[in-house]
C-alpha cells in the first residue's frame, strides 16, 4: 500500500473523504472524485447498481484510474436495506436473522454475502448495524436491529462482523453511540437524547465496547446528539464524543467513518466550514458525503478541508492519524479482482448460499397469535390478499402496474388488492365492502404502528376472517385490537414472501422467535 510519507496534503485529505456519484459507468463525475481529488472512499447506491457485470466493469474501471485504490463501499445490510439486488445472493436483515435464535445465521450469511460482493470489487460494506431497538416508535432503525437487549445485539453484531471479515469485506458497525432510542429520523431531522453515562454502557455501548475488545476493524458515527457529552455537536462532529468517548475513554482505535454529512441532521444545522472543521478535528477517520450527489458541493468540502489545515485550524498531524488508520485497513481488505467478469460469474448465487438464505429467512417467520384458529388458509377457500403500494426491494424497481406482492408467492390463487400506506375513507370502504365475499382476508400491515388510517382499516376488518401478517415493524401487534391471527415476517422481500406462503399454507410451521417486545402486558 501507498507509503504516506511520499503523499502531499491533498492526497492525505482525499484519503480522508467518501462520495457518492451519479451514473452506471466511468464518467467525469468519477474522474474528478478519483483522479483530481484521490478520495479514499466511493459509495454505491441502488441507481449504481443494474447487474453484476456492470457493477464489476466499473469497479474494475475505478481501481485501474486510482493512484490509491479506494475502498468500494455500498450499505448492503440485507433484508430492506440492499443496494445490489440483482444476480448476488440476497440476505434477510438483521431483525428477521435474530428471530432465528441462532446468531451463527449472522456468521454465515455475512460470510456469504461479502464473498460474493468482494468478488464484483467491493471492498467495505456499511453494516452490521449495531443500535439496540429499544424504541418501538424509532421510524429509520427498528427492523434494521437484530434486538432490544443489546448482548442478544453484541453477540450477533460480533458474528456478522467476523464473517464480513473472513471475506475479506471491510465493515463497520453503526451508529456510535447509538441510533436505536430516537423517534427522529436523522436523514430528516436531528434526534436528540440525554442518556447519562450510566445508561449509555449499560445500553447503546455495548456493541462498540465489545468491538473495541475484540479488535473489530469498524464503527460508523450517527448524527444523533447526546447532550449530556455535548449539547453544541452530534456525535459525527463531536470531539468529545469520538476522540473523547470512543477513542480516549473506550480505547477503539479501529476505522471510524461518519454517517452521510449530507443527512438533514447534520447539513440543516451547520455551515460547510463548521462541518469540515469539526468532522476532521473529532477524530472521524472518512467523512462520507451521500445524499447530495453534487460535485461542487464535494469539491467545496475538499478545498475547503486543505486550506483549514494550510490555516493550522485542522492539524496535519491529525491527518496522518488517520490516513495511516485508513492505508492498513487497506493493505488488509482490498485485493485485485479477476480479469474479467466471466471469471467470477459462476461464483456468485451459489446453490448452497441460496439455500442457506431461504432457510434462514423460513425460520424466522414467526407467529404471535392464531387464536381465532384461521391458519393454516386452504386452496379451497377464497381469500383476498390486502397488499401495500410500496416498492418491494427485488430484483428490478418495479412500477404501480407491475407492483409486486405476497400473492405471486402463494401456491394458488389469491385475489388481491393494493392499497396505500395511509388509505383514504373511500379506499378503507371498498375494502370493507369487499370482506363479505370472502373466506379469509390477509391483511400485509406495513407500519401501521406510524400510519393510524391504515390501522383504522384493519382494526374495522371482520376478525374472524383477519389474519394480519407485519412485513415491516412487528410492532403493528400493539395498536391492532383485531389481530387475532398475526405473522410477523419483519420485512417485504421477496425471500420474505416465498417463506411466508410457506408459513400461511401449512407446509411448514413457524419457527421464529419475536427479538423485541410488541405488547406491553
Do not use: W
Amino acid at each position: 500500500m501507498y507509503d504516506i510519507s511520499k503523499m502531499t496534503l491533498e492526497e492525505k485529505v482525499g484519503q480522508m473523504l467518501g462520495f457518492a456519484f451519479h451514473g452506471t459507468t466511468y464518467n467525469e463525475e468519477l474522474k474528478k472524485q478519483i483522479e483530481d481529488m484521490k478520495v479514499g472512499l466511493v459509495i454505491f447506491f441502488k441507481d449504481n447498481c443494474l447487474n453484476p457485470k456492470q457493477v464489476f466493469d466499473l469497479n474494475k474501471e475505478i481501481y485501474k484510474h486510482a493512484k490509491i485504490p479506494p475502498f468500494v463501499s455500498l450499505d448492503q445490510e440485507g433484508g430492506m436495506v440492499a443496494r445490489v439486488t440483482e444476480g448476488v445472493t440476497q440476505s434477510p436483515g438483521a431483525m428477521a436473522i435474530s428471530a432465528t435464535n441462532n446468531s451463527k445465521n449472522a456468521y454465515k450469511l455475512a460470510y456469504n454475502m461479502g464473498k460474493e460482493l468482494q468478488l464484483l470489487g467491493f471492498n467495505f460494506n456499511f453494516a452490521p448495524v449495531g443500535d439496540i431497538n429499544n424504541n418501538p416508535k424509532n421510524p429509520v432503525i427498528n427492523v434494521r436491529s437484530y434486538s432490544e437487549n443489546p448482548d442478544i445485539v453484541s453477540e450477533y453484531v460480533v458474528e456478522a462482523v467476523n464473517g464480513y471479515s473472513d471475506a475479506l469485506m471491510m465493515s463497520s458497525i453503526k451508529h456510535f453511540p447509538g441510533h436505536g432510542d430516537t423517534a427522529v429520523d436523522s436523514h430528516i431531522g436531528l434526534p436528540v437524547v440525554d442518556f447519562d453515562e450510566k445508561r449509555l454502557y449499560e445500553m447503546e455501548l455495548k456493541p462498540f465496547i465489545k468491538a473495541k475488545e475484540l479488535n473489530l476493524p469498524g464503527i460508523m458515527v450517527s448524527h444523533v446528539m447526546f447532550t449530556k457529552y455535548d449539547d453544541k455537536y452530534p456525535a459525527t462532529l463531536s470531539k468529545k464524543l469520538v476522540q473523547g468517548l470512543l477513542r480516549d475513554e473506550i480505547g477503539y482505535d479501529g476505522l471510524v467513518v461518519t454517517d452521510s454529512l449530507t443527512m438533514k441532521a447534520v447539513f440543516n444545522n451547520y455551515t460547510l466550514e463548521e462541518i469540515v472543521l469539526n468532522g476532521f478535528n473529532s477524530g472521524d477517520d472518512i467523512l462520507l458525503l451521500c445524499g447530495a450527489r453534487d460535485i461542487k458541493l464535494q469539491s467545496d468540502f475538499f478545498e475547503t478541508a486543505v486550506r483549514l489545515v494550510k490555516e493550522g485550524k485542522i492539524l496535519e498531524s491529525k491527518i496522518d492519524e488517520s490516513v495511516k488508520r485508513i492505508l492498513k485497513y487497506k493493505k488488509m481488505y482490498i485485493r485485485e479482482m479477476e480479469n474479467s467478469f466471466s471469471d467470477i460469474e459462476n461464483k456468485l448465487c451459489e446453490k448452497e448460499a441460496i439455500s442457506f438464505a431461504e432457510e434462514v429467512s423460513l425460520n424466522s417467520i414467526t407467529l404471535i397469535e392464531d387464536s381465532k384458529k384461521l391458519l393454516p388458509v386452504k386452496k379451497e377457500e377464497k381469500i383476498l390478499i390486502v397488499f401495500p403500494k410500496i416498492q418491494v426491494v427485488t430484483l428490478v424497481e418495479n412500477d404501480e402496474f407491475g407492483l409486486m406482492s405476497l400473492a405471486e408467492f402463494m401456491p394458488f390463487k389469491c385475489d388481491k388488492v393494493y392499497m396505500p400506506l395511509s388509505p383514504s375513507e373511500e379506499e378503507k370502504e371498498i375494502i370493507l365492502k369487499k370482506q363479505t365475499k370472502y373466506d379469509k382476508i390477509i391483511y400485509c400491515s406495513y407500519n401501521a404502528c406510524f400510519n393510524p388510517e391504515q390501522a383504522d382499516l384493519i382494526n374495522s376488518i371482520d376478525e374472524n376472517k383477519l389474519i394480519v401478517v407485519a412485513i415491516r415493524t412487528p410492532y403493528d401487534y400493539g395498536i391492532l385490537k383485531n389481530a387475532n391471527t398475526y405473522l410477523c415476517s419483519y420485512e417485504a422481500t421477496p425471500l420474505a414472501f416465498k417463506s411466508l406462503s410457506k408459513v400461511l399454507t401449512g407446509e411448514t410451521k413457524a419457527r421464529g422467535k419475536i427479538p423485541v417486545t410488541i405488547k406491553e402486558e
